[in-house]
């Protein structure tokens, strides 16, 4: 009748690749660059190489969403970018729950109506472009969860237990078919921590949403994104959450640039830092902290890092 | 006298099945009365109380049973689960298993009726309610053993309980898009029980919109609102999550356009009705033919009908209420009996 919602990881992942091509997100690898850094610092490790194109742009998810251009300029965004791809062989890897989103949406829209796919591709024909269809659309965290077994085994700075809270983010889970986990009650995230040696923690807002969706973190930042963080945040403070993770690199400019708004608002200090899943697992695995690019959290780490037996700057 | 002779076999022993059998054995032919468990009465000796009446179902099944037991044409085979059918002399050669042994045994019968029943839909799909993580979220037949173990006064008195609407009904996204038919009047039954029980409990139901259709049904689900003061809120919950061991229904009240959420000890989930997982096989088994879902689907003008000498009744075909179950189990009969009188 359906697609099965939820599938085994080496279904989604039936081999393990050997090259792939990793998709660059704008605020993942301007806003924090860390993110960009640590996913192909992983990746190194796990012996898998990246390949980049300085021609690939902005999914623009960004805009789309903020309504500044029609959903029809999107498409041919979308078809150029992938194209690019295509030409390499490659699937497609983002480290951005917005980027996967879009894309996978996007290309799905192309695919299952010809018409829009003609459209897109008749717009990038003259620049010699022209999408098909033939990359697959990942989030690296697919590989992660993949690869969870070979993470554990190249841990060389196990996490001692650190209280982790989680931070899905909606476009990865609200795509809802062929994913690795059930968009209503996710663990996959917590199975990779606990590989990583570190204490997942249920804290009970832990499937709420960050409150940006793109638009309203710039509209609405008193009315609703900042009471959903307090909420958010507080409920992470009565669990004794030490670190939240994201997979969004919107999810994580929310959670961590607001947190200096939300004490001043509501007079209650948080500092729970936040950062990228990529960005705890490269710490794992040993990647020098300079390569994390910490400092461009506006929470800072350093509690976290002393934990761990880390100062900046080792 | 030759005609006399004729047997049905009725595969699953609840209402529909139990007065398919015993019409039968009146009407004077062989009846044999399958059934998978080691007691007979189906999904409805699992309930605790009935609508609109508010009676014990299980009055109902004794005083059935104790027709069955002086029917002697009727025989019982408890534990007892079909594995095989052929085509044999006009009928057909059934082979049932019993499942305490392992022994198999061959009937030859002239017709066949399908009584196999409904089940619940697997919620564990549905994470956002917890089912399978948290203890207390409960499905509606688990809840109806809790009311009983309340009735009898074990169990910890709740504070709170909360039950929501169409799990898995006219959900076309993760569940199945039709309407389960039997869930409003049960719920509504269900809350009123709690209410009963214990005066002081704050009792919830979450809805889309309530479907009572049926004699005194739309009077019963307005005493349990207006009588017996259980809250309705229009509204499809999105999350149950846990707070300090109790469980927090976060939702959005329609009506009034505002979030609400309610503190609960209990949650029940008024599941969607599925084919037993049985069902399609045995309906191959039998040549019968199952719609998309699996629910069994009748021939053209033949309401009971599902294959040459293959009849069905009760929630095999669809959920069904009880009284309708027995209705449904009569015309059966009444049609097994029509093909065993016509040479």
């Known amino acids: 009748m359906q697609d099965e919602r939820m599938i085994k990881p080496e279904e989604r992942l039936p081999e393990i690749p050997r090259t792939l091509f990793l998709f660059r997100s704008c605020t993942g690898s301007l806003e924090y660059p860390g993110t960009e850094s640590a996913v192909k610092e992983c990746l190194g490790i796990l012996g898998i190489d990246a390949v980049m194109d300085p021609d690939q742009t902005c999914c623009s998810g960004y805009l789309l969403t903020c309504s500044a251009h029609k959903p029809e300029v999107s498409l041919a965004a979308t078809a150029r970018n992938l194209s690019i791809v295509e030409k390499k062989h490659l699937d497609t890897y983002t480290f951005c729950n917005g980027c996967f989103g879009y894309l996978s949406e996007?290309?799905?829209?192309?695919?299952?109506?010809?018409?829009?796919?003609?459209m897109a591709n008749s717009m990038i024909a003259d620049w010699g472009y022209k999408y098909e269809g033939k990359t697959k659309i990942f989030h690296v965290q697919d590989l992660w969860y993949r690869m969870k077994d070979a993470l554990a085994q190249k841990v060389v700075r196990p996490l001692n237990g650190l209280r982790i809270g989680t931070h899905h983010g909606c476009h990865y889970l609200a795509r809802q078919y062929r994913i690795l986990d059930d968009g209503g009650y996710?663990?996959?995230?917590e199975e990779i921590i606990e590989a990583l040696g570190g204490k997942p923690v249920f804290y009970k807002e832990r499937q709420l949403c960050c409150g940006y969706s793109v638009g309203r973190g710039f509209t609405h930042k008193e009315e609703t994104v900042q009471p959903q963080l307090y909420k958010k945040f507080k409920s992470a403070k009565d669990a004794a959450v030490e670190l939240i993770t994201t997979v969004c690199p919107g999810c994580n400019v929310a959670m961590d640039r607001e947190q200096p708004h939300l004490s001043k608002r509501y007079g209650e200090e948080f500092n729970i830092p936040v950062i990228d899943l990529s960005q705890l697992i490269a710490l794992a695995l040993g990647v020098p902290l300079p390569k994390l690019g910490?400092?461009?959290n506006t929470t800072s780490l350093n509690g976290v890092l002393k934990k761990l037996g880390l100062e900046e700057g080792s | 006298m030759r005609n006399r002779e004729k047997t049905a076999i009725v595969i699953g022993a609840g209402p529909a099945g139990i007065e398919a059998a015993l019409k039968i054995g009146q009407a004077g032919y062989q009846a044999v009365l399958a059934e998978r468990e080691a007691e007979l009465g189906g999904t409805l000796r699992q309930l605790y109380s009935s609508f609109p009446r508010w009676e014990d179902p299980r009055d109902l099944l004794d005083a059935k049973i104790r027709q069955l037991e002086n029917c002697p044409r009727v025989s019982i085979m408890k534990h007892s689960t079909v594995e095989a059918s052929q085509l044999h002399e006009g009928g057909f050669l059934v082979t049932l298993r019993d499942s305490r042994n392992g022994t198999t045994k061959d009937l030859h019968v002239d017709a066949v009726i399908l009584a196999t029943g409904f089940a619940l839909m697997d919620l564990s799909i549905y994470g956002e309610y917890g089912y399978g993580i948290y203890p207390?979220?409960?499905n509606a037949l688990e809840f109806e053993a809790r009311l009983r173990e309340w009735s009898q006064g074990s169990g910890q008195a709740p504070q709170g309980v909360a039950l929501i609407k169409c799990v898995g009904s006219r959900d076309r996204s993760k569940g199945n898009p039709y309407c389960s038919k039997i869930c409003c009047m049960y719920t509504a039954k269900q809350a009123g029980l709690v209410k009963d029980m214990f005066p002081d409990a704050k009792v919830y139901v979450f809805y889309m919109d309530y479907r009572a259709a049926g004699k005194e049904y739309e009077e019963f689900v307005r005493d349990v609102i207006e009588k017996k003061h259980v809250r309705y809120v229009r509204g499809r919950p999105a999350k149950v999550l846990c707070e300090n061991g109790r469980l927090l229904v976060r939702a959005e009240d329609t009506l009034v356009g505002l979030p609400v959420e309610v503190l609960v000890d209990v949650v029940v989930l008024a599941s969607a009705a599925v084919p037993h997982p049985g069902t399609r096989k045995l309906a191959e088994m039998f040549g019968a033919k199952t719609d998309e879902y699996g629910f069994l689907e009748n021939e053209r003008f033949e309401p009971v009908k599902a294959a040459d000498k293959v009849f069905f009744a009760g929630g095999c075909g669809f959920a069904v209420e009880t009284p309708l179950a027995l209705q449904q189990g009569a015309?059966?009969?009444?049609?097994?009996?029509?093909?065993?009188?016509?040479?």
């Open chain 2, 136 to 138: 207390e979220v409960l």
């Open chain 1, 106 to 118: 996007l290309a799905h829209i192309m695919l299952h109506n010809v018409d829009y796919l003609h």
């Open chain 2, 331 to 343: 015309a059966a009969a009444a049609a097994v009996i029509a093909l065993f009188n016509t040479r």
């Open chain 1, 294 to 296: 910490f400092a461009a």
């Open chain 1, 186 to 189: 996710p663990t996959f995230h």
